[in-house]
């Protein structure tokens, strides 16, 4: 899950990490109180950019009765990092054996 190869998307890695993981998985990996975000696709290949980073930033404007929270520390930098790791992980998928 880590990326290896590209600054930007180990940054947006970090932050999914310390933000997101608990409640989301990729390829499996992760918690199942949110929806699975890359396998078998990857939450960035049907939402728009700029929705997705909206609903991050405040998912109950989004969603009545939405359970995941609006994370306070999370700046348009950091949103932006953690959609461009997600955007990453769109083309590192796991193998529909795996």
């Not at 190869?5 to 998985?25: P, Q, R, T, Y």
């Not at 990996?29 to 949110?34: A, H, K, L, Q």
Request: aromatic content about 10%; hydrophobic content about 30%; overall charge positive.
């Amino acid at each position: 899950m880590s990326p290896k190869d590209e600054e930007e998307a180990k940054i947006g890695f970090a932050l999914f990490d310390k933000n997101c993981i608990s409640c989301h998985a990729i390829n499996k990996i992760g918690g199942s109180m949110g929806p699975e975000l890359n396998y078998p696709k990857s939450v960035t290949e049907y939402w728009d950019q700029e929705q997705l980073k909206k609903f991050i930033k405040n998912p109950a404007s989004f969603r009545n009765g939405v359970k995941m929270p609006t994370i306070p520390n999370l700046t348009e930098k950091k949103i932006e990092s953690i959609v461009y790791y997600l955007n990453y992980m769109a083309n590192h998928k796991l193998q529909k054996s795996e």
